[in-house]
């Protein structure tokens, strides 16, 4: 009888092993695109609140008038988004000046919040 040489090649443990590596390698970087993907997102939703908040900031302040105190919701479109901007407008300790605090939301979600302190022209 004569003994039979050991063709190449991998054993199931081995091949086991080895998908059991390239699923772990697959999983995290698809966790890390996941990761990046929401990071841009945010970072896109966080540029279109403060254009927003922005503009009626800057409506106010070319008012010719003072604001009037109290709380007030406008709706704002940037680049296809709909957003809500809540403005509250609080009187300070100095009756001249005025806190004008712009609070954006996407669907209800807070984004970003601005304030300024408005003064008497």
Not at 28 to 52: E, I, W
Request: hydrophobic letters at 50%; glycine letters at 6%; aromatic letters at 4%.
């Amino acid at each position: 009888m004569t003994l039979r040489a050991r063709q190449g090649g991998f054993t199931l443990v081995e091949v086991l092993v080895a998908l059991g590596i390239v699923a772990i390698a697959l999983t995290a970087g698809l966790q890390a695109t996941a990761a990046l993907t929401r990071n841009a997102q945010r970072q896109s939703d966080v540029l279109l609140a403060q254009l927003c908040a922005e503009n009626e900031l800057i409506k106010i302040r070319l008012a010719k008038q003072m604001p009037g105190v109290g709380d007030t919701r406008a709706s704002c479109e940037q680049a296809g988004e709909s957003l809500t901007v809540a403005l509250a407008v609080r009187a300070t300790p100095n009756p001249n000046f005025l806190r004008v605090d712009a609070q954006v939301f996407k669907l209800e979600v807070p984004v970003l919040r601005l304030s300024t302190i408005v003064g008497r022209f």
